[in-house]
């Protein structure tokens, strides 16, 4: 998918979850952009033969075996999109998090609230 695909996907999935901020919006661009490079990096690795491991010869001349460059990448850019997708409430742990912060946030309001009313005597 195209960065501009991931984006009204994100977009729509953090909507659904409820976790969705108006000041989201960097943070979704960048996720985007990580998951469109990793889509772009697995149709390589499967372009070049879905290979694990790959030969690969040094400067030296030495030839010596490692995991597909490709492949690194897509781990790399994976673990990347994870933290994001965290901090966006998409996974169970962030979602927890950005819920239980909503609700503590709601709870203070509520204390603050009923501590002027008492100050002021309004209430």
């Given amino acids: 998918m195209t960065a501009a695909e991931w984006k009204k996907r994100i977009t729509r999935d953090v909507k659904a979850a409820g976790t969705y901020q108006k000041y989201f919006g960097s943070v979704i661009d960048t996720l985007s952009a990580i998951l469109a490079r990793r889509d772009d990096?697995?149709?390589l690795?499967?372009?070049?033969g879905g290979k694990i491991l790959v030969k690969h010869t040094?400067?030296?001349g030495a030839t010596n075996i490692e995991q597909n460059p490709a492949l690194r990448l897509?781990?790399?850019?994976n673990r990347d999109a994870l933290a994001y997708w965290r901090d966006l409430g998409l996974t169970p742990a962030g979602y927890k998090r950005l819920?239980?912060?909503a609700a503590q946030a709601k709870s203070n309001d509520g204390f603050e609230k009923i501590l002027s009313q008492l100050i002021t005597g309004n209430g």
């Fill in 41 to 43: 990096a697995e149709a």
């Fill in 45 to 48: 690795f499967i372009a070049s």
């Fill in 58 to 60: 040094n400067k030296g």
């Fill in 74 to 77: 897509i781990n790399d850019l």
């Fill in 99 to 101: 819920n239980l912060e």
